[in-house]
């Protein structure tokens, strides 16, 4: 890891921070992953309409299992690509189990 990644912070908006993106914001959205390829590619799909909706320069996509990119190689990607800042956006259909495991505990 260098110097340029142990800098940048995984933000899930802290009180002392202002909503909003920002212009060095990074976006990760990930979904769970599946071993049917047909299902992974649902979430590229999804992400090339983000991109091209929001014009956020930085966007990946990652699965929490089963396939890849993982989220540390999205992670290490929007750093690799100047991000000064990573939002991670869950994208699930409902609350379950990882919703309420991974991401909020």
Not at 65 to 89: H, M, W, Y
Request: with cysteine.
């Amino acid at each position: 890891m260098n110097a340029h990644q142990r800098t940048v912070k995984i933000s899930a908006t802290s009180r002392n921070e202002q909503p909003g993106f920002r212009e060095h914001d990074g976006v990760i959205i990930v979904d769970h992953g599946s071993r049917r390829q047909e299902s992974n590619c649902m979430l590229d799909a999804f992400v090339d309409m983000y991109k091209k909706r929001t014009g956020h320069p930085i966007v990946e996509l990652a699965h929490m299992e089963l396939a890849q990119p993982t989220i540390k190689e999205a992670f290490d990607s929007c750093v690799n690509q100047g991000a000064a800042r990573v939002i991670i956006s869950p994208y699930f259909l409902s609350p379950g189990r990882h919703w309420k495991q991974v991401f909020f505990n």
